[in-house]
């Protein structure tokens, strides 16, 4: 037997699961709030960094930049996704645009973390005098603008986008945190190359911030097991009418919508008791935050090209 989507309800119908979780048109508020916040936040750092001569303001401001470019991208993908429905040609929608996004996101780091090491070498070669009062109040700026973008994010569970939209306002923090100390330094000290070396200490955040980003969409694209097969087999087997799982696989389309399929073996003779057995395997996937099942049944004593079916959806 195999069935598809939910379970059925007490009344024997089968709810129709919806693609957009929900969660789609708050992430996407969210995400453009946060872009327009981190654009505003840019073009304040970026101009300080050039009037006043830090390496590390420009190097904060271009990553504020990168942020904001990565927050239009996650927008525009939870937009799209969450108002295109679903149909015979995109079954899932077109929420896999936002592992895609997520995915270019993580890349379009990489380059920004050349720059910024190759500005803080010829800085260090030749250092030069800064503004340490105005880049101050600028990096000031910049971490309420980073602290703000975290208030808007956070609450309840976040999406793919919205996680590497956290972990890159995490590293903006940092970066503004390193150069008010920075600047402080320097002020009290007057050496002046702890422009350039913290700039290149927010090229590694920013490098890290992109291998998360990249791990989560990677583990997407290739299909890795978004649950732990081991423990849902154990489950399953405890499952009344379930003799053996022959097969288990489970993969996500983005990171809120998870898909598995399974074939069970079962000991049940009615169909009564197949569809028994087939809403208890869906009802315990659906506990390990499966979103779509396809459950097949087949007899455990006979030749498994032999199998129940059900058509009852």
Known sequence: ???????????????????????????SRKLAAVSVINLLGFLVEFAGGILFGSVALLSDAFHMLFDALAYVMAFAAAYVADHYD???????????LEPTAAFLNGILLLPMVGFI??????????????????TLAIAFGGLLVNVGSVYVLQGGEMSLNERGAFYHLLGD?????????????????????????????????????????????????FHRSPFDAGEIRAHLREIEGVEEIDDL????????????????????????????????????????????ATVELC???????????????
């Not at 007899?299 to 959806?313: G, K």
């Open 1 to 27: 037997m195999s069935e598809h989507g939910s379970p059925p309800t007490h009344d024997g119908s089968h709810d129709d699961h919806s693609h957009g979780h929900g969660g789609s048109s708050t992430s």
């Open 86 to 96: 679903e149909g015979d040609q995109w079954s899932y929608g077109l929420h896999r």
């Open 117 to 134: 090491l190759w500005e803080s070498y010829q800085r260090f070669l030749n250092p030069i005098e800064i503004g340490t009062g105005p």
């Open 173 to 221: 923090a940092g970066g503004s945190v390193a150069v008010i100390v920075s600047t402080v330094v320097i002020e009290v000290t007057g050496v002046r190359i702890v422009d350039p070396i913290t700039a290149a200490l927010i090229a590694v955040v920013i490098t890290w911030s992109a291998g998360n980003v990249l791990r989560g969409s990677g583990a997407i694209f």
């Open 249 to 292: 696989h489970g993969w996500q389309v983005c990171s809120q919508i998870t898909v598995a399929t399974t074939h069970i073996e079962t000991g049940v003779e009615t169909m009564a008791e197949a569809e028994d057995v087939s809403q208890r395997v869906h009802k315990e996937l659906a506990h390990h935050g499966v979103d779509h």
């Open 299 to 313: 007899p455990a004593y006979d030749d498994r090209s032999t199998h129940l079916n059900d058509h009852s959806h």
